[in-house]
């Protein structure tokens, strides 16, 4: 059994050989080749992050005074953070109170 393994396995390198010389068959001398030199280039492209503004609003637990800062409560207020405002400096967010006193939740207002 070993013998015919080996047998098929030369036989196959054998072939393989021969295809591989076969296709490769007489040079064409009409045929001309010219190689150009190429140098290797580096381009190096500087990655940017810009962030997404986000606004988030929220209902808080604040303090409110309706008459001039003399007396002040405690109630709920709206708020909104915005953060990554292209108009304010990079990575920072502002937050605003939007209304000050009984804040709902799905309007914010």
Same mark, same amino acid.
């Given at each position: 059994?070993?013998?015919?393994?080996?047998?098929?396995?030369?036989?196959? !390198? %054998?072939?393989?050989?021969? =295809?591989? %010389? $076969?296709? $490769?068959?007489?040079? *064409? =001398?009409? #045929?001309? @080749?010219?190689? #150009? %030199?190429?140098?290797?280039?580096?381009?190096?492209?500087?990655? =940017?992050?810009? +962030?997404? =503004?986000?606004? @988030?609003?929220?209902?808080? #637990?604040? $303090?409110?005074?309706?008459?001039?800062?003399? &007396?002040?409560?405690?109630? @709920?207020? !709206?708020? /909104?953070?915005?953060?990554? *405002? +292209?108009?304010?400096?990079?990575? &920072?967010?502002?937050?605003?109170? #939007?209304? !000050?006193?009984?804040?709902? /939740?799905? @309007?914010?207002?």
């Amino acid at each position: 059994m070993a013998k015919s393994s080996q047998m098929f396995v030369t036989l196959m !390198c %054998l072939l393989l050989l021969y =295809t591989s %010389l $076969h296709v $490769h068959g007489e040079v *064409d =001398t009409s #045929i001309r @080749t010219s190689s #150009i %030199l190429v140098q290797p280039a580096r381009r190096v492209l500087q990655a =940017t992050y810009v +962030p997404q =503004t986000t606004i @988030t609003r929220q209902c808080n #637990i604040c $303090h409110c005074s309706d008459d001039g800062d003399k &007396t002040w409560y405690v109630t @709920t207020c !709206c708020s /909104e953070a915005i953060c990554n *405002d +292209p108009a304010e400096p990079s990575g &920072t967010c502002t937050s605003r109170r #939007i209304s !000050c006193g009984g804040c709902d /939740e799905k @309007t914010y207002k």
